[in-house]
């Protein structure tokens, strides 16, 4: 979907800018248009957590990696 694609881009590019604010806020909207938008694919939450990890926010991250493996097991 043009959607879903535009989205990882964009988050994509403003974690290569180093733009963390704005990709966190733009990752968790998309994670909250959920399986409408994504198809309920484990990507959904996926930038988020790399995010925080890129942020040394490593607890946080974990907690969403986990998260993410538990709901697509």
Same mark, same amino acid.
């Given at each position: 979907?043009?959607? /879903?694609?535009?989205?990882? @881009?964009? !988050?994509?590019? @403003?974690?290569? *800018?180093?733009?963390?604010?704005? +990709?966190?806020?733009? +990752? &968790?909207?998309?994670? =909250?248009? $959920?399986? *409408? /938008?994504? $198809? $309920? #694919?484990?990507?959904? +939450?996926?930038?988020? =957590? !790399? !995010? @925080?990890?890129? *942020?040394? &926010?490593?607890?946080?991250? =974990? #907690? @969403?990696?986990?998260?993410?493996? &538990?709901?697509?097991?």
């Amino acid at each position: 979907d043009r959607r /879903v694609r535009s989205h990882w @881009l964009l !988050i994509t590019s @403003l974690r290569n *800018q180093e733009r963390w604010e704005e +990709a966190f806020e733009l +990752a &968790r909207e998309f994670r =909250a248009l $959920g399986p *409408q /938008v994504s $198809g $309920g #694919a484990p990507e959904e +939450a996926l930038h988020e =957590a !790399i !995010i @925080l990890l890129e *942020q040394n &926010r490593p607890l946080r991250s =974990a #907690a @969403l990696f986990d998260s993410m493996s &538990r709901t697509h097991t």
